[in-house]
């Protein structure tokens, strides 16, 4: 799904804005929030994943997606999944980080391989990509799919990276919670950077309109609380669900069943009906493994946890 070399085909523009998240974490209403900033208003040139791509997916040929971001004059926004640590940091490049309860995003992800064709993804990676340069093992056979309790014990317990010299073994399924949280750190550990900033799911459902304006301050806007009132009822989950062949990213690829369950209602604490409570306890354990006290308040809390502003230059 995803190659971090594809980066070394575009040439950075001054301003422009990379938003790097794990999956399921807030990358699409980030991206609108942007979208509303850079643009004054709900109206795109085009849809947003070709607005704002996702550079590192493999599925579409990577010298089509650099020539349309080449053509932009807007203010280019640039969507990815990859850690900071797999990308050059430039200096005239403003790089946002969003972060999510790691249970949520992975139930959200759960939801999201149900919607996906993966047979399409499958064509459309070998129609792009030659055959020497493909990642990854074969799709999987139909009917080979993990049950959700199987699916959540495999991210509890799954590594990050493989060890030195193992070589590449991607996450299956809905990934591992060592590999979101090794993200998440990648980003708390550069927060004291001048051109990086984090940003939470749970401090957009808090305030939208307190964390619009944020945004766009790190962005170098000025932006009025009202103007932001009036943006932000265009970020909401029921608007950009009636925009989704806008608003959703790859609708321009096909790969969605649906394009509108995209943007499934998926509250805090869900993960709550998929965890038993060996896996509850389980989950507390590990997650203790992998990451520090401060940066796992705000994974799971945002601000409300450990305001990352705060606690910049430790």
């Given at each position: 799904m995803s190659d971090n070399l594809r980066w070394?085909?575009?040439?950075?523009?001054?301003?422009?804005?990379?938003?790097?998240?794990?999956?399921?974490?807030?990358?699409?209403?980030?991206?609108?929030?942007?979208?509303?900033?850079?643009?004054?208003?709900?109206?795109?040139?085009?849809?947003?994943?070709?607005?704002?791509?996702?550079?590192?997916?493999?599925?579409?040929?990577?010298?089509e997606v650099v020539a349309v971001l080449d053509a932009q004059r807007h203010r280019r926004f640039i969507k990815t999944h990859t850690p900071l640590d797999g990308l050059v940091l430039d200096d005239r490049v403003t790089?946002?980080?969003?972060?999510?309860?790691?249970?949520?995003?992975?139930?959200?992800?759960?939801?999201?391989?149900?919607?996906?064709?993966?047979?399409?993804?499958?064509?459309?990676?070998?129609?792009?990509?030659?055959?020497?340069?493909?990642?990854?093992?074969?799709?999987?056979?139909?009917?080979?799919?993990?049950?959700?309790?199987?699916?959540?014990?495999?991210w509890l317990e799954g590594p990050a990276l493989p060890p030195p010299g193992v070589g590449f073994a991607p996450p299956k399924g809905i990934g591992t919670l060592a590999n979101v949280i090794d993200q998440f750190g990648k980003a708390w550990e550069r927060r004291h950077l001048p051109n990086v900033a984090l940003f939470h799911y749970a401090d957009y459902q808090a305030d939208l309109v307190g964390e619009m304006v944020r945004?766009?301050?790190?962005?170098?806007?000025?932006?009025?609380?009202?103007?932001?009132?009036?943006?932000?009822?265009?970020?909401?989950?029921?608007?950009?669900?009636?925009?989704?062949?806008?608003?959703?990213?790859?609708?321009t690829d096909g790969i969605w069943y649906s394009d509108a369950q995209f943007f499934r209602r998926g509250g805090n604490g869900e993960w709550q009906e998929y965890f038993s409570y060996a896996e509850y306890r389980r989950?507390?354990?590990?997650?203790?493994?992998?990451?520090?006290?401060?940066?796992?308040?705000?994974?799971?809390?945002?601000?409300r946890g450990c305001d990352p502003e705060l606690t910049r230059n430790r």
């Open positions: 070394d085909a575009l040439q950075l523009r001054e301003d422009d804005i990379v938003i790097s998240t794990p999956p399921k974490c807030g990358m699409t209403w980030t991206q609108r929030l942007v979208s509303l900033i850079v643009f004054d208003g709900p109206d795109l040139p085009g849809p947003l994943s070709t607005v704002s791509p996702w550079l590192d997916q493999t599925i579409r040929p990577i010298d790089y946002i980080c969003v972060g999510r309860d790691p249970r949520d995003a992975a139930v959200s992800m759960l939801h999201q391989t149900t919607n996906m064709d993966n047979d399409r993804v499958r064509a459309l990676h070998e129609a792009a990509v030659p055959p020497r340069d493909r990642l990854g093992p074969p799709a999987p056979e139909p009917g080979n799919c993990y049950p959700p309790i199987e699916e959540f014990r495999h945004l766009a301050a790190v962005l170098g806007y000025e932006l009025s609380h009202e103007r932001a009132r009036d943006l932000a009822r265009y970020a909401t989950l029921g608007e950009m669900r009636s925009r989704a062949v806008q608003v959703a990213p790859n609708t989950y507390n354990h590990r997650i203790n493994q992998l990451g520090a006290p401060d940066l796992l308040a705000w994974a799971h809390e945002g601000r």
